[in-house]
DNA sequence: TATGAATGAGATTTCATTCAT
DNA sequence: AATGAATGAAATCTCATTCAT
């Protein structure tokens, strides 16, 4: 607003000035706050209101950072994404050997952390996706990522009657749904009882 | 599923006089429509306004049936809830054999037919309880008693790092999720390639 | 209320046949129930659906009869203003002797009695009179009424600062007052109590 | 009263920032724009509407500083029952002398002048109180304090028939009454005439 | 004469977004 | 960069009255 203030102008100038420090932080105290948010009341019920006090700001802020509640939801769920991406990435092959299944009880271990931190927006977006939220969309695509990477991965030998394409989407899916209830306290069971069954369903299904 | 149902019938009074017959015309009419609207919109997206237009009557109308949108959802979702306990209560007992798989092949396609029909409200009902909703809670209940009704009626053999609670709960929420990705269209598949995949997928896990 | 009235003597036709018969019984019965429902709610807050509730019949009946729910109090009000007016025409001379006095009291009891009766509608005319409902006017004339005849009647001596219409005004509306808070039940007192006390206050008011 | 009232000034938050000075003088606007429109069309035909074009401000704002039209009028009544408040406590012990009667006239001026201030709330509570709202009774309990504290303060000799609690309610209720039928227009004449009639009637019943 | 379903205008309330400071 | 007041479009809900039977 002050004339005197270059510092709006440069979208070239990468110097971490105070200035931009302070507006850095400010737009991630959103990002968290709409984090809790969005994770306890969803993406229709959450309101920038509430979003505002949970990040103890003023609403004239918020619109300073995000163009709109969904532009806030967006910029989540990129950041959720690029964390499934690594996952994806990092995918061992699956092997019946013991080094082969300790590599995959390993991965869904990462996995299970990963949706310990932000299962509550993979459950948002899946509300999101239902109904024809864009930002859901891409969420999912990770997720279906997912599934993709098994398939390519997994060799299922073809057997009659197993699809590896439906079959990994199958269990895949089952290894998200066992984590989102054990995430919300609905199964009680350990990490590691969870994680044995898995690993014993998924090679069950797979080696024979 | 059975033609006929007395469950609707007697409501509060038993005359059932022909100007009952219109009123009760007409809630089901608010049903009806009810079910397209949150079926395409969510439960919060969904608006008074687009079940009335669905039903092709008045506001009005609508507040003389159902004493709130929530209330009308509440409706719909007892509704399936019933039928998920028919099924429930159909689960037959999984045993390795040819008559054992197609028992459970045949059960499985009851579940993808019921789901087909019903899958968006049991969709939306996910959403609603994921965010505190009563009426989610119940509807979910109900696919909860479906993995105790499997826990119960599975037998899985007792190996080690195979909880059967565990077991069970993972690959009824994995017939659900197919069934959603089929359902939705995500997963090109037929339904024989499916229901195959599944009973191969869930006898693997269980016996072996 | 007697089932014998010839009073609202058909327009036309003077027959008391069965048919009009069963038409009066049901107006009654709007009329009781208006002035139950009046009476526990006020003008504004009542709703005709409560009046067809409380006189157990249908809507479509209560516009047979009346023409809008003004329409049925300011028939109720009618009513009561024709007691109000037996009364006004009754008002005996006040005097300072036993008998004058005894007369009065009299007088005070007939008008408690009215107003135990109908102090409820009375009050919610009051209620309608003060927003410009042209109904409350006219229930307002008749207790307006009572103080004119009251002004005409009591022969209050010249007295300097005694002004005989703000004093008779004054009086009529403190009896109008005790009475209701005496049928709400906020004066805990008998009807002799009540009775003595007034009688006491106007006479020494009025005689010196 | 006291020009200067500390009571409004602090509601929640002790900074008298000039933004904070910005919606208290709304607040205010819409406390004056109530008074208005519940006097004149009372409380249950008053529109947020009407308050709002009155107040001449936008709906949203309305529920910004109230939580309803009820959470409006309970304001208002708050701020009249703090004025007769002041009122009881001021009131004269009521001697026949003189000076005492010249006490209770000037009482009585400033009961008058109170009433023509915000007798139009007075009366709308009335209406409220009649048909059980909590603010009405709040209201109709602050004017059963002022004969409470004439019944305590005006020593009725004990005559035969003249109950203080009664006589003194009675008295109280009269003077309101002929305050209202003043301030309403219905009454022509002075304030004078009021008053000493007023005063008059009170130390006739009081003083034999 | 009576019923009860249906209507629709109008009231209340919410909340994403903008604005003045 | 930040604040918090204000806006107004849109949603929910109510209820006097009409209509078909």
């Known amino acids: 607003m002050t004339p005197a203030q270059p510092t709006e102008a440069a979208p070239t100038d990468d110097l971490p000035s105070p200035l931009r420090a302070r507006g850095r932080r400010t737009r991630a105290r959103f990002l968290e706050a709409g984090a809790i948010v969005f994770a306890s009341k969803g993406l229709h019920a959450a309101r920038v209101d509430d979003v505002v006090a949970v990040a103890d700001t003023s609403h004239g802020a918020f619109y300073l950072y995000f163009s709109s509640k969904e532009d806030l939801f967006d910029s989540l769920v990129a950041e959720v994404a690029d964390h499934l991406q690594e996952l994806i ?5 699956i092997r019946d050997t ?3 299944r300790a590599a995959l009880r390993e991965w869904l271990a990462r996995f299970a952390e990963l949706y310990e931190l932000y299962g509550a927006i993979i459950r948002t977006w899946t509300e999101a996706e239902l109904f024809g939220d864009r930002s859901g969309q891409r969420g999912n695509d990770a997720l279906g990522g997912l599934a993709a990477a098994m398939t390519a991965n997994i060799r299922i030998p073809k057997r009659s009657g197993l699809d590896p394409a439906i079959a990994s989407l199958a269990l895949m899916t089952m290894v998200e749904r066992v984590n989102y209830y054990t995430a ?25």
Do not use: C, H, M, Y
């Not at 990435?89 to 092959?93: A, G, R």
């Open 89 to 93: 990435d990092d995918l061992p092959p």
């Open 98 to 100: 013991p080094s082969g």
């Open 184 to 208: 919300t306290g609905q199964l009680q069971a350990t990490a590691d009882e969870v994680l044995d069954t898995l690993v014993d369903v998924i090679a069950a299904a797979v080696f024979r």
